[in-house]
Nanobody, 121 residues
Framework: QVQLVESGGGLVQAGGSLRLSCAAS??????TAWFRQAPGKEREFVGI????????DYADSVKGRFTLSRHNAKNTVYLQMNNLKPEDTAVYYC????????????????WGQGTQVAVSS
């Protein structure tokens, strides 16, 4: 069983930055992704990182602004978010998988409780 805990959310002005963390416990997480869900909208893929950290993929809406990294000794993945926009406002979730490449929420076996990100204009 894997437990995931997100942290680092908050309120920031447009153009600002936040760094989200996803700490895993229970067992090693090989592939970690971030999703987000805004009120009234479906959960959407943000980015994914593999175990080595060299394999990453991002949604077009965040490419060039968001960066994923990981510290395997700490079993933690980070999502650095720069140049934030009001449309980035959502609850951000991290999720674990054993297979790199999917963007479908159904392919992720464990989820955190989410952390709120709010970007004011």
């Amino acid at each position: 069983q894997v437990q995931l805990v997100e942290s680092g959310g908050g309120l920031v002005q447009a153009g600002g930055s936040l760094r989200l963390s996803c700490a895993a416990s229970g067992r090693t997480v090989y592939v970690t992704a971030w999703f987000r869900q805004a009120p009234g909208k479906e959960r959407e893929f943000v980015g994914i990182i593999d175990w080595g950290g060299s394999g990453t993929d991002y949604a077009d809406s965040v490419k060039g602004r968001f960066t994923l990294s990981r510290h395997n000794a700490k079993n933690t993945v980070y999502l650095q978010m720069n140049n934030l926009k009001p449309e980035d406002t959502a609850v951000y979730y991290c999720a674990a998988s054993i297979k790199y490449g999917s963007r479908r929420p159904a392919d992720f076996h464990s989820w955190g409780q989410g952390t709120q990100v709010a970007v004011s204009s």
